[in-house]
């Protein structure tokens, strides 16, 4: 009988986001590959990915903006999800939910729904009340959101780019009070 060792979803730290550069690279690169719309576009080499996370998420995890979760199996990150919460000042109620990510080699094992509840109970800590998200219409994941309860407000036709170039993707926001 084969033994699954337990998904750990914890937040990082900046020194922890430098110490696992490599393995977040290589999660953003393989869930671009696999074609998923998180915002970039083939051709999608390392030092893009690379970019992302230090020019992108470090500095706003620095500066007390964003929120990275990641899910770890045996010392490997195998999925990660953002939560960023830099509003206006009329709007310190929310917080948008970015850039969830699993390892394709490891979909279909509830590390999503994993990721989602935490970052939901971290939401919740700050406090914010309202959560908001996109993500492709009709992916994998649209059934996910609506399953925790997120409910639609709207579909934007044409609003991406799909990874492949293949042409332009609807996108469906979604939202959630907590």
Same mark, same amino acid.
């Given at each position: 009988m084969t033994t699954v060792s337990p998904i750990h979803i914890h937040s990082c730290?900046?020194?922890?986001?430098?110490?696992?550069?490599?393995?977040?690279?290589?999660?953003?690169?393989?869930?671009v590959h696999d074609g998923a719309s998180i915002g970039f576009i083939l051709p999608f080499k390392e030092p893009e990915s690379t970019a992302f996370w230090t020019q992108n998420v470090l500095p706003a995890v620095q500066g007390g903006r964003r929120? &990275?979760? %990641?899910?770890?199996?045996?010392?490997?990150?195998?999925? *990660?999800?953002?939560?960023?919460?830099?509003?206006? @000042?009329?709007?310190?109620?929310?917080?948008?939910?970015?850039? &969830?990510? %699993?390892?394709?080699?490891?979909?279909?094992?509830?590390? *999503?729904?994993l990721l989602m509840q935490a970052v939901? @109970?971290?939401?919740?800590?700050?406090?914010?009340?309202?959560?908001?998200?996109?993500?492709?219409?009709?992916d994998h994941a649209e059934p996910l959101y609506i399953s925790l309860g997120y409910t639609v407000a709207g579909v934007i036709p044409g609003y991406a780019l799909s990874a492949d170039h293949s042409g332009l993707d609807a996108t469906t926001i979604l939202y959630k009070q907590l």
């Open positions: 730290t900046v020194p922890e986001i430098e110490r696992q550069l490599p393995q977040l690279a290589q999660l953003l690169l393989a869930c929120l &990275l979760l %990641v899910a770890e199996q045996e010392g490997q990150i195998v999925g *990660a999800v953002q939560l960023d919460w830099d509003s206006p @000042a009329n709007q310190q109620h929310r917080a948008e939910v970015r850039k &969830l990510m %699993v390892d394709p080699a490891f979909r279909r094992r509830g590390i *999503a729904r939901e @109970a971290r939401a919740r800590q700050l406090p914010r009340s309202l959560l908001t998200l996109d993500t492709r219409t009709h």
